[in-house]
């Protein structure tokens, strides 16, 4: 599976941005779907996972009530919606499939990456 990104840019602190992830080749139902970051300098951290049998999510603490994650299933895409960001928010986003379908938040338990898109938030 290939996983492309898109959609990341510079906004201003409190905007919205809605990134996507768009899979090549067969997402099986057993995937788990994840959204990570890395800001400069720190380890990648997990933002959002969804299992894409059943579209059962889990956020991470800064995700939750700001970042929602979705998918469509007749364009192999994933999305994610992100609300009220923060110059924290700053970082590399990656799209990740987990093709076990383990479902943690590890990312080294992600099989498939994609490129990452540049997502910069301005105070």
């Known amino acids: 599976v290939q996983l492309v990104e898109s959609g990341g840019r510079l906004v201003q602190a409190g905007d919205s941005l809605r990134l996507s992830c768009a899979g090549f080749?067969?997402?099986?139902?057993?995937?788990?779907m994840g959204w990570f970051r890395q800001a400069p300098g720190k380890e990648r951290e997990v933002v959002a996972t969804?299992?894409?049998?059943?579209?059962?999510?889990y956020y991470a603490d800064s995700a939750k009530g700001r970042f929602t994650i979705s998918k469509d299933n007749d364009k192999n895409t994933v999305y994610l919606q992100m609300n009220s960001l923060k110059p924290e928010d700053t970082a590399v986003y990656y799209c990740?499939?987990?093709?076990?379908?383990?479902?943690?938040?590890?990312?080294?338990?992600?099989?498939?990456w994609g490129r990452g898109t540049l997502v910069t938030v301005s105070s």
């Open positions: 080749g067969r997402i099986s139902s057993s995937y788990v």
């Open positions: 969804l299992l894409w049998r059943t579209g059962s999510t």
């Open positions: 990740a499939a987990d093709r076990d379908g383990r479902g943690t938040t590890r990312a080294r338990d992600y099989e498939y």
